[in-house]
């Protein structure tokens, strides 16, 4: 479809026409002019930023060459990095004074959730996620032992039960003490006056130690059958109801508590889609638009059981004044659009291809006026703000650019200037080493910055790799440089002015399945100060919030606010390999590499799965994304690069694990061996020119190669 100097996909243009703007005050042929606009003023600008990109790092290679082999200058490097502009001077003090944050993001510490937005199932079940069963997740994870006689059977095991109600009870006693006994010694609670008394075994009554966390209440027929407590700005529900199975199994009749989980879900059009082509990206538009209409479903068929999932309406309590009070259903949904290094032809501009984060932010925006509607029943945001975070901009120069585009697109759609707020990945080695100059760029609308380990240690990798060979992924999460890009974070976000309106947040938890593990470790996150942590799924967000209540994050970060800034002496501390490895560790290193990397790239290549549970190579289930492919793809090249391992012996073993992740895939009804047939075999390709082309990618991204494969993919088996 031809709109002036655009041609349009079809399938595109008709989704906006008939589903997007339908009952919007725009016309097709008008917003798509007001986006030629956009693109012929911001366009070529963004191809000179990807552009800058390559000639830094060539000018970083020439100058890491010149180093290698001897003994590391500090000092020099942070002369050179400061000539060729790559090191910004810092600029002055200032505070962000970003609007209109919705209390999710701006007042309240919590899990987020990270989703794919291709799957409708996924998303809505993530939408949902703001609820959680402690019980239910209690019970069927291994944070409760799964030895006899408390192991999970096929009927209820009550053994198990016992442990649920004993950690529950120890959890409520935590946050709400009675002034009287135990959780576990309760048999009653009644209202007086509006406030909880609580009747205990041994004949007694008591009331709250602090009764200002009692929050409200629900009725079933004059019975109270529920009782909402507020601790750490999170809600906390009593289930109450002694004829439930349950409910039977306690004198108080508690059947259930529900915690306030995950308050935020990042709905994800970049590292955990494969999207490559206007079907796959209408359907991920679609979803985000049902989102903000609120009107996605989803109906699908589980253990032979057929499940229709639509959004959560909202819950109704009354306050302890006995006035209604209204509480979300939902989590407050934020887009992550791709990077400015991409580009798409699904919609062309004078015949060539545009940059793609301009129409996702374009159509995720216009998608959002729905929500920003005052017609609107399930809301999204409640201040009237769309939440875009912005991936892969290194430094300043790029969060300014988008800046720019997003004031662009608010003038086409007529909204208030700062409404598009922005989300700031710090996971390029750019934008850590001026991260406080690229949170200016963006003081008015930045809400959120956080840390990714895989991503940044890939470009790290990928930057500093003719300097020499870098140490096992392992040994590099303990480097100096590491511990000071995740406090730097946390550090200068609180120092200009994040506390009260934006989020610092921190990493993925990624093995969804080893969750007495995450509530050992991830507890981490909010003693460091971050206010929010990713978390892989509802079930882990529901376990992360009990952290949220062991921390009081706001009271840590108000302290933290008064202590010195990290220097970026640390943060430019190479990661290098310091002492000889044994044959055995080199090998070890690179199976593991190879393994993820296949059991990653052969989903994505041939289902056009993103995001999935991944098995390494000792078959423990990992959440894996594009950011895992590009921190393994591009440790394997620098080893190859630096001769630490040889061209065979990687091809050898990319065979190798090729089988061994065919053989973890056999149940699959799907999949397409790669061992069968190496040379055909589209993934085990794929894999291949990650490794062995890793040192020539673009900041060692791995978008490229994919969607070249996946396309020849879909042209194959579709």
Same mark, same amino acid.
């Given at each position: 479809?031809?709109?002036?100097?655009?041609?349009?996909?079809?399938?595109?243009?008709?989704?906006?026409? /008939?589903?997007?703007?339908?009952?919007?005050?725009?016309?097709?042929?008008?917003?798509?002019?007001?986006?030629?606009?956009?693109?012929?003023? @911001?366009? +070529?600008?963004?191809?000179?930023?990807?552009?800058?990109?390559? &000639?830094?790092?060539?000018?970083?290679?020439?100058?890491?060459?010149?180093?290698?082999?001897?003994?590391?200058?500090?000092?020099?490097?942070?002369?050179? @990095?400061?000539?060729?502009?790559? !090191?910004?001077?810092?600029?002055?003090?200032?505070?962000?004074?970003?609007?209109?944050?919705?209390?999710?993001? =701006?007042?309240?510490?919590?899990?987020?959730?990270?989703?794919?937005?291709?799957?409708?199932?996924?998303?809505?079940?993530?939408?949902?996620?703001?609820?959680?069963?402690?019980?239910?997740?209690?019970?069927?994870?291994?944070?409760?032992?799964? /030895?006899? *006689?408390?192991?999970?059977?096929? =009927?209820?095991?009550?053994?198990?039960?016992?442990?649920?109600?004993?950690?529950?009870?120890?959890? @409520?006693?935590?946050?709400? *003490?009675?002034?009287?006994?135990?959780?576990?010694?309760?048999?009653?609670?009644?209202? &007086?006056?509006?406030?909880?008394?609580?009747?205990?075994?041994?004949?007694?009554?008591?009331?709250?130690?602090?009764? =200002?966390?009692?929050?409200?209440?629900?009725?079933?027929? /004059?019975?109270?059958?529920?009782?909402?407590?507020?601790?750490?700005? !999170?809600?906390?529900?009593?289930?109450?109801?002694?004829?439930?199975?349950?409910?039977?199994?306690?004198?108080?009749? !508690?059947?259930?508590?529900?915690?306030?989980?995950?308050?935020?879900?990042?709905?994800?059009?970049?590292?955990?889609?494969?999207?490559?082509?206007?079907?796959?990206?209408?359907?991920?538009?679609?979803?985000?638009?049902?989102?903000?209409?609120?009107?996605?479903?989803?109906?699908?068929?589980?253990?032979?059981?057929?499940?229709?999932?639509?959004?959560?309406?909202?819950?109704?309590?009354?306050? *302890?004044?006995?006035?209604?009070?209204?509480?979300?259903?939902?989590?407050?949904? %934020?887009?992550?659009?791709?990077?400015?290094?991409?580009?798409?032809?699904?919609?062309?501009?004078?015949?060539? =291809?545009? *940059?793609?984060?301009?129409?996702?932010?374009?159509?995720?925006?216009?998608?959002?006026?729905?929500?920003?509607?005052?017609?609107?029943?399930?809301?999204?945001?409640?201040?009237?703000?769309?939440?875009?975070?912005?991936?892969?901009?290194?430094?300043?120069?790029?969060?300014?650019?988008?800046?720019?585009?997003?004031?662009?697109?608010?003038?086409?759609?007529?909204?208030?200037?700062?409404?598009?707020?922005?989300?700031?990945?710090?996971?390029?080695?750019?934008?850590?080493?001026?991260?406080?100059?690229?949170?200016?760029?963006?003081?008015?609308?930045?809400?959120?910055?956080?840390?990714?380990? @895989?991503?940044?240690?890939?470009?790290?990798?990928?930057?500093?790799?003719? !300097?020499?060979?870098?140490?096992?992924?392992?040994?590099?999460?303990?480097?100096?440089?590491?511990?000071?890009?995740?406090?730097?974070?946390?550090?200068?976000?609180?120092?200009?002015?994040?506390?009260?309106?934006?989020? &610092?947040?921190?990493?993925?938890?990624?093995?969804?399945?080893?969750?007495?593990?995450?509530?050992?470790?991830?507890?981490?996150?909010?003693?460091?100060?971050?206010?929010? +942590?990713?978390? $892989?799924?509802? /079930?882990?967000?529901? %376990?992360?919030?009990?952290?949220?209540?062991?921390?009081?994050?706001?009271?840590?970060?108000?302290?933290?606010?008064?202590? $010195?800034?990290q220097s970026l002496d640390a943060i430019l501390n190479p990661a290098m390999l310091r002492t000889k490895l044994s044959t055995q560790e080199i090998q070890d290193e690179i199976t593991n590499n190879i393994q993820s990397i296949l059991g990653y790239v052969v989903r994505w290549v041939d289902q056009g799965i993103g995001c999935s549970k991944v098995p390494d190579i000792n078959d423990v289930a990992l959440m894996e994304d594009r950011a895992t492919l590009r921190i393994s793809s591009q440790h394997v090249a620098n080893w190859l690069y630096h001769s630490i391992v040889t061209h065979e012996?990687?091809?050898?073993?990319?065979?190798?694990?090729?089988?061994?992740?065919?053989?973890?895939?056999?149940?699959?009804?799907?999949?397409?061996?790669?061992?069968?047939?190496?040379?055909?075999?589209?993934?085990?390709?794929?894999?291949?020119?990650?490794?062995?082309?890793?040192?020539?990618?673009?900041?060692?991204?791995?978008?490229?190669?994919?969607?070249?494969?996946?396309?020849?993919?879909?042209?194959?088996?579709?």
């Open positions: 479809m031809r709109v002036g100097k655009l041609e349009i996909a079809s399938e595109l243009y008709t989704f906006i026409d /008939t589903q997007v703007l339908d009952g919007l005050d725009f016309n097709s042929e008008q917003i798509w002019e007001g986006f030629a606009d956009i693109l012929t003023k @911001l366009g +070529a600008k963004n191809q000179e930023l990807v552009s800058k990109r390559d &000639v830094l790092q060539q000018k970083l290679d020439a100058f890491y060459s010149s180093l290698k082999g001897k003994e590391f200058d500090a000092k020099a490097q942070k002369e050179f @990095l400061q000539s060729i502009g790559y !090191l910004e001077n810092i600029c002055e003090d200032f505070m962000i004074c970003t609007a209109n944050v919705d209390d999710e993001i =701006s007042q309240i510490a919590a899990p987020q959730l990270v989703v794919p937005a291709d799957n409708a199932r996924y998303v809505l079940n993530a939408a949902n996620a703001r609820w959680g069963s402690l019980f239910d997740v209690l019970y069927g994870t291994d944070v409760i032992e799964q /030895t006899p *006689p408390f192991n999970t059977t096929n =009927s209820y095991n009550p053994k198990r039960g016992e442990k649920v109600f004993a950690f529950c009870f120890a959890f @409520l006693d935590e946050i709400a *003490p009675l002034q009287k006994g135990s959780f576990s010694d309760v048999i009653k609670i009644e209202l &007086v006056d509006n406030t909880p008394v609580f009747s205990l075994q041994n004949g007694t009554q008591t009331r709250l130690e602090d009764g =200002s966390i009692f929050a409200g209440y629900q009725k079933k027929d /004059t019975q109270l059958s529920s009782l909402l407590f507020k601790h750490h700005s !999170l809600h906390v529900i009593l289930v109450l109801d002694k004829t439930s199975s349950i409910g039977a199994q306690n004198a108080l009749g !508690l059947s259930d508590v529900m915690l306030e989980a995950a308050l935020s879900a990042i709905v994800d059009c970049e590292d955990s889609v494969a999207c490559v082509d206007v079907n796959d990206k209408v359907k991920i538009y679609r979803n985000w638009l049902g989102l903000m209409l609120g009107d996605l479903q989803s109906t699908f068929t589980n253990r032979d059981k057929v499940i229709h999932r639509k959004l959560n309406d909202d819950k109704h309590f009354y306050a *302890p004044n006995a006035s209604e009070l209204c509480l979300s259903g939902r989590v407050l949904l %934020l887009n992550r659009n791709v990077g400015i290094h991409m580009y798409t032809d699904i919609v062309q501009y004078d015949g060539a =291809s545009i *940059p793609e984060g301009f129409l996702d932010a374009f159509v995720v925006t216009l998608c959002a006026l729905h929500d920003l509607s005052s017609k609107k029943k399930l809301k999204n945001s409640t201040k009237g703000s769309v939440y875009i975070i912005k991936p892969k901009c290194h430094g300043s120069e790029e969060v300014a650019f988008v800046c720019e585009l997003f004031d662009a697109i608010e003038q086409l759609l007529g909204l208030k200037q700062f409404t598009i707020k922005m989300g700031i990945m710090d996971e390029e080695r750019r934008t850590s080493v001026n991260l406080k100059n690229t949170i200016e760029k963006a003081k008015e609308r930045v809400f959120f910055i956080n840390t990714g380990f @895989l991503d940044r240690t890939g470009d790290e990798i990928h930057s500093i790799m003719q !300097l020499g060979a870098v140490m096992p992924k392992e040994e590099i999460k303990k480097e100096q440089w590491l511990q000071g890009y995740e406090d730097q974070n946390i550090d200068v976000g609180l120092h200009v002015g994040f506390f009260g309106i934006a989020q &610092v947040g921190k990493g993925m938890w990624t093995m969804p399945d080893l969750m007495h593990d995450m509530i050992k470790t991830k507890i981490a996150h909010p003693l460091s100060g971050a206010n929010t +942590a990713w978390v $892989p799924s509802p /079930t882990a967000a529901v %376990l992360h919030a009990l952290h949220y209540h062991k921390v009081d994050v706001k009271a840590l970060q108000l302290m933290m606010q008064k202590t $010195p800034r012996q990687v091809l050898q073993t990319l065979q190798a694990m090729a089988k061994v992740v065919d053989a973890q895939n056999a149940g699959d009804p799907n999949y397409k061996n790669m061992a069968s047939n190496f040379d055909e075999s589209l993934a085990f390709t794929a894999a291949c020119d990650l490794v062995f082309e890793g040192a020539k990618q673009p900041n060692g991204y791995t978008e490229f190669i994919l969607h070249k494969r996946r396309l020849q993919a879909k042209a194959r088996y579709m």
